[in-house]
């Protein structure tokens, strides 16, 4: 049973330039989800990019980007409350300096243009039991599992469009068997606006080096078709309990150029090439991509809390440590002596009371990433020597607010 109180966060987006979220050169792209009992309300966070397309490739702007992409999605779950599920498919965040809002946009996707050849499927008539990605779903229509691929932006919908014109192809040169079955086009509020298809489930496994010889024969028939399969990687191709061999992604099917200088060029890397490549990889060892269907559920629930008027910074924590000497030390004699255990008789050794005291201020924001993994981050410290009671030197450097800004 659906818990319709909690909202979702579906993490890994497959058709973005990273592989850990959607964070491209037009913007940063977070996809909520909230059941409800009229059906799964989706809503996309759209905000802006942090690093340009051109640096996605340093080692640096990545691991910033990751960060800017994390406090995102932190900033979002304070928002939570603001955001108007099936209001709107999308939403900007906007602001600055820990004052941000949500503001609700309706996002028209492309339309499209393909002619359908299954049966149209409303939307509201498939029940969704799992996310793979934002795109990629799982679900139950006429009492059947399928697998379910839904458009929610303008790539997503483009890699529609591909497939179903490669699926068209692959019917008319009869090799519809070389892809899981398409059984439906899923139409949105009753209209015949195509948003998503429908297929058969992707049951089987991986290819492995074995099916060698049962590959190279699926895309030589691809080949004698006049058609180019440009998507020849490990986590592409299947093989079915039948032994049927199965091209996933088939947006990279298309026609061959029809230059002939062209067509023999792109043959040869696009097939030829990368299937010594894959089978190179696979010599030594199993496929590492598992199944789609056997993949991990990339869900992550953010439980809602009333948004602080102040931010994010909910949780302020000021730590002291007190670096000194002990307050008194043991002599060689009290070691020795048999009188030492015995408190009336001990004999205490003063040292010097001069040491350091570090303050810093640190903050715990209760938001999705810290409940998942907890942590802290540094504000401000300050160090200082001291020669008097920590209490009293505590009030003064409070007063004088001798500070050090520290980076987080």
């Avoid at 640096?55 to 640096?60: G, H, L």
Wanted: charged share 20%; net charge positive.
């Amino acid at each position: 049973m659906k818990d319709y109180g909690t909202i979702e966060y579906i993490r890994r987006l497959t058709l973005s330039s990273s592989s850990s979220g959607c964070n491209a050169d037009f913007g940063r792209f977070y996809v909520l989800l909230k059941p409800s009992p009229a059906g799964d309300q989706l809503i996309v966070i759209q905000a802006s990019s942090i690093v340009p397309q051109s640096s996605m490739n340093d080692e640096v702007a990545v691991r910033e980007k990751d960060k800017q992409f994390d406090y995102g999605l932190q900033i979002i779950h304070t928002l939570l409350p603001t955001i108007r599920f099936g209001h709107t498919n999308w939403a900007y965040l906007v602001g600055r300096d820990n004052n941000y809002r949500i503001v609700h946009k309706h996002q028209s996707l492309p339309l499209v243009t393909e002619i359908p050849w299954c049966p149209l499927v409303d939307e509201r008539d498939i029940e969704i039991t799992g996310f793979l990605y934002a795109s990629d779903r799982y679900g139950i229509w006429n009492g059947v599992k399928v697998d379910v691929f839904m458009a929610w932006d303008e790539i997503s919908a483009n890699f529609l469009q591909n497939t179903m014109a490669a699926y068209r192809l692959l019917i008319q040169h009869n090799l519809e068997h070389l892809a899981y079955r398409a059984v439906g086009h899923v139409v949105r509020n009753g209209t015949t606006e195509i948003c998503g298809l429908l297929t058969e489930p992707a049951y089987g496994r991986m290819f492995e080096y074995s099916d060698k010889s049962a590959v190279y024969k699926a895309i030589a028939q691809i080949e004698r078709a006049g058609l180019l399969f440009t998507g020849i990687y490990t986590s592409n191709i299947m093989v079915a309990s039948n032994g049927q061999v199965r091209l996933l992604s088939l947006s990279s099917l298309r026609r061959q150029p029809n230059d002939p200088i062209m067509r023999a060029k792109e043959v040869e890397n696009c097939h030829w090439t990368r299937l010594k490549e894959v089978f190179k990889e696979l010599e030594f060892g199993p496929n590492p991509i598992p199944p789609p269907r056997e993949q991990k559920r990339l869900l992550l629930s953010l439980p809602e809390f009333p948004a602080p008027a102040h931010g994010l910074k909910l949780n302020v924590y000021l730590v002291f440590k007190v670096h000194s000497p002990p307050a008194y030390c043991k002599s060689e004699e009290d070691v020795k002596s048999k009188d030492f255990l015995r408190p009336k008789k001990r004999r205490h050794v003063h040292a010097n009371t001069t040491g350091t005291l570090e303050m810093l201020a640190l903050d715990a924001p209760v938001s999705a990433w810290s409940l998942c993994a907890p942590r802290m981050r540094l504000h401000a410290h300050t160090t200082t020597p001291y020669d008097r009671v920590p209490d009293k030197l505590l009030k003064e450097l409070l007063a004088a607010q001798i500070w050090h800004q520290s980076v987080c």
